[in-house]
């Protein structure tokens, strides 16, 4: 048992900036990864970022240059800053813990809306 969640989502214009946050329960975030996803309108959940447990980032060719994944270890919360908004950064952002060989445990979500 465990939880994770979302908030900071909300509505922004283009090239506008938000901060999505993530609290996690503390197995969760002794996960090997901790993740944010998106899911657009009519579309798959994609990949956004990842960061592990040393702090080691990566991202989605989409975000790269614009996201910056971080975490608060002692807070057990992982943040996603986000600059230089489009319209295709439109979606429900999920939170995700992850480690091999299990399942990933999912938030509810967050939904972030930039308006042109």
């Known amino acids: 048992q465990g939880s994770l969640v979302e908030s900071g989502g909300g509505v922004v214009q283009v090239g506008g900036s938000l901060r999505l946050s993530c609290a996690a329960s503390r197995n969760f975030f002794s996960f090997n990864f901790m993740a944010w996803h998106r899911q657009a309108p009519g579309e798959q959940r994609e990949f956004v970022a990842r960061i592990a447990t040393g702090g080691r980032p990566s991202y989605a060719e989409s975000v790269k240059g614009r996201f910056i994944i971080s975490r608060d270890n002692a807070k057990n919360t992982i943040y996603l800053q986000m600059n230089s908004l489009k319209p295709e950064d439109t979606g429900v952002y999920y939170c995700?813990?992850?480690?091999?060989?299990?399942?990933?445990?999912w938030g509810r979500g967050t939904l972030v809306t930039v308006s042109s």
């Open positions: 995700a813990a992850e480690r091999p060989f299990d399942v990933t445990r």
